[in-house]
């Protein structure tokens, strides 16, 4: 069980090297393409690795606080597969407060996974903290006026309910399929 454990930590480990290993080089052809874009390439990554230096901290922290406050019975009485449309109506009202950029949410989001979210309320989450902002719909408000700001508001919260409830359903088939798979050859070799 161990053994698996380290097994699957040093598969993502390689593939997570092998993604920056593919965007460095891809970085580096386009560079070579377009060498008058160096600066811009080069003032953009540094501002966006400090920006994200000066937040991780913070929100490593705060997870911290998660794990040991948040129990998983809460997570999965509100957020969990039991939920139902009161827990999508949670994540999209969580995914709606938070400022900041959007890669602060998927540590928090792996978080909820861990301690038993539904998928689907993760995806609500995820997509609310990128489409709905409470700052942004009062400027929506303020500029596009109330129809527009309604209508929108709506149909985001509409689709990605219903792009949630999809993706779920698509993990959960490629789930079964491959549990079904593994007892297949486990089944054949013994």
């Known amino acids: 069980m161990k053994e698996d454990m380290k097994q699957k930590q040093r598969k993502a480990m390689i593939r997570d090297y092998a993604l920056l ?13 377009f060498p008058d874009r160096l600066d811009t390439v080069t003032t953009v990554s540094w501002e966006y690795f400090t920006e994200m230096m ?7 922290v ?7 406050w948040v129990s998983g019975e809460t997570v999965m009485k509100y957020l969990g597969k039991t939920s ?34 539904r998928i689907a309320n993760i995806i609500v989450f995820l997509s609310a903290w990128a489409c709905i902002k409470l700052p942004q719909e009062l400027v929506e408000l303020q ?19 219903i792009m949630g409830l999809f993706i779920e359903r698509v993990i959960e088939r490629g789930d079964k399929k491959e549990t079904k798979f593994v007892g297949g050859k486990s089944g054949a070799s013994v």
């Open 62 to 68: 705060i997870m911290g606080f998660f794990a040991v």
């Open 84 to 117: 139902g449309i009161k827990g999508i109506l949670l994540s999209v009202f969580i995914g709606a407060l938070p400022m900041g950029p959007l890669y602060i949410a998927f540590p928090i989001a792996a978080a909820l996974i861990k301690k038993g979210a």
């Open 143 to 161: 500029f596009l006026g109330l129809e527009f700001m309604a209508l929108r508001l709506v149909l985001t919260i509409i689709f990605v309910t």
């Open 54 to 60: 000066l937040i991780l901290p913070a929100v490593m």
């Open 21 to 33: 290993g593919i965007a460095l080089i891809i970085t580096v052809a386009i560079l070579l393409v």
